[in-house]
């Protein structure tokens, strides 16, 4: 049996990003054969508290993500949705893993070295800047691999700014069963086609929830006027014509990218080019906002009846019948756990 575990922290609405890289595969593995294929997928409310956030926002944004998966087509009848904090295993196995998990590994990683080097300041700074920093950042990875490892996961479908989290989730299951036995099982990683969609306004970075400037992505619940005006001002080249190039054409390449990934033909980026090749840029900008205005719009409609009809009520109770299952599962990875190591 395949058991499928991924997560989406609650830090506003899903962008292309999360969508293309993550939750089209998402709700492309619910057509899998529930005999065979069990899906988990979760709303990493703990993930999201490693930054500061204001109380009364991670509450709307948790409700607007739990929205936003039910809108991009996930059945509750058929996957399980629910809030990591329902699910008090998810702390407990994590502590238990922090037991055996590498400093020096963790510092290694990515996510955490960038909020580390600060490089414009101060070594005095530098110190200040570096008290601020959190233990929950640290171990940020460490409850991501408790998340996947208390399903007994088999595959994890995610986009490429996770690959390196996977690996340490694979790392933590392996320093566990080394001591203990052959408890948990280290998931292999889907990496969907479209493994990271970039910013509008700075095609170098990838697009994110986090960047200051909300032009620089687009949202699932976006009007077409918004993504009109988004794509309008998104950074292209002064190169005429349309090309695919994304080292020396990172901007067109990007919307490019989009355009295949949601394109009902399922064209490539290079044939999408050659099909755009007599366009000026802002005519292939307004086709490039048609596509994404097409490829969202049953999504945004959805949502936004999602938010205003069914309101508060009939979310919790999709999120409550996930958290009675995943508590149950959870529960069971436990009591191996523990009898490996004595607790029980
Ligand atoms: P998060 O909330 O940042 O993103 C959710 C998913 O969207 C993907 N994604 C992207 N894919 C392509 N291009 C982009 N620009 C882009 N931006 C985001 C991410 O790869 C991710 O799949 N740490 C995770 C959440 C998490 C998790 C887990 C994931 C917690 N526990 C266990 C998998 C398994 C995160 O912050 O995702």
């Known amino acids: 049996v395949k058991v ?117 300041q101060s070594s005095v700074q530098d ?77 170098m970075l990838k697009m994110s929830k986090s960047h200051a400037d909300p032009r620089s992505r687009i949202l699932i619940s976006d009007s077409m006027e918004n993504i009109e005006m988004k794509i309008r001002l998104a950074m292209t080249d002064s190169i005429s014509g349309v090309s695919y190039d994304p080292v020396s054409r990172p901007g067109v390449s990007n919307l490019l990218s989009i355009m295949s990934h949601l394109d009902e033909e399922e064209r490539s980026c290079e044939e999408l080019a050659e099909a755009c090749k007599g366009l000026t840029l802002r005519q292939f900008k307004d086709k490039a906002s048609q596509t994404i205005d097409k490829g969202v719009s049953e999504i945004r409609d959805r949502y936004i009846h999602l938010m205003q009809s069914s309101g508060a009520s009939a979310l919790d109770a999709i999120a409550r019948q996930g958290a009675v299952t995943a508590n149950k599962e959870a529960g069971a990875t436990m009591a191996d756990v523990r009898r490996a190591m004595g607790l029980h």
């Not at 998810?90 to 955490?112: K, P």
């Not at 200040?128 to 408790?146: E, I, M």
């Not at 001591?179 to 700075?202: C, D, F, N, Q, W």
């Open 127 to 203: 110190a200040a800047a570096k008290a601020k920093l959190k233990l929950g950042l640290f171990s940020y990875p460490v409850l991501q691999a408790a998340d996947i490892l208390l399903y007994g996961t088999t595959h994890v479908p995610v986009g490429e700014d996770q690959l390196q989290h996977l690996e340490f989730a694979r790392e933590c299951a392996g320093n566990f069963n080394a001591v203990y036995g052959h408890v948990l099982t280290p998931p292999e990683t889907i990496l969907s086609p479209a493994k990271r969609i970039m910013s509008l306004k700075h095609p």
């Open 4 to 120: 499928i575990f991924s997560g989406i922290q609650p830090t506003g609405v899903p962008h292309l990003g999360n969508y293309l890289g993550a939750l089209q595969q998402w709700v492309e593995l619910q057509k899998e054969p529930s005999s065979s294929t069990r899906l988990f997928y979760c709303v990493v409310d703990l993930h999201a508290v490693t930054l500061l956030q204001n109380p009364q926002q991670l509450q709307i944004w948790r409700r607007e993500t739990l929205a936003a998966l039910l809108a991009v087509g996930l059945d509750p009848d058929r996957c399980n949705i629910f809030f990591q904090s329902s699910v008090p295993a998810h702390c407990e196995l994590m502590w238990i893993l922090s037991c055996t998990a590498s400093v020096g590994y963790l510092s290694r990683m990515t996510q955490w070295k960038s909020k580390l080097s600060l490089p414009e």
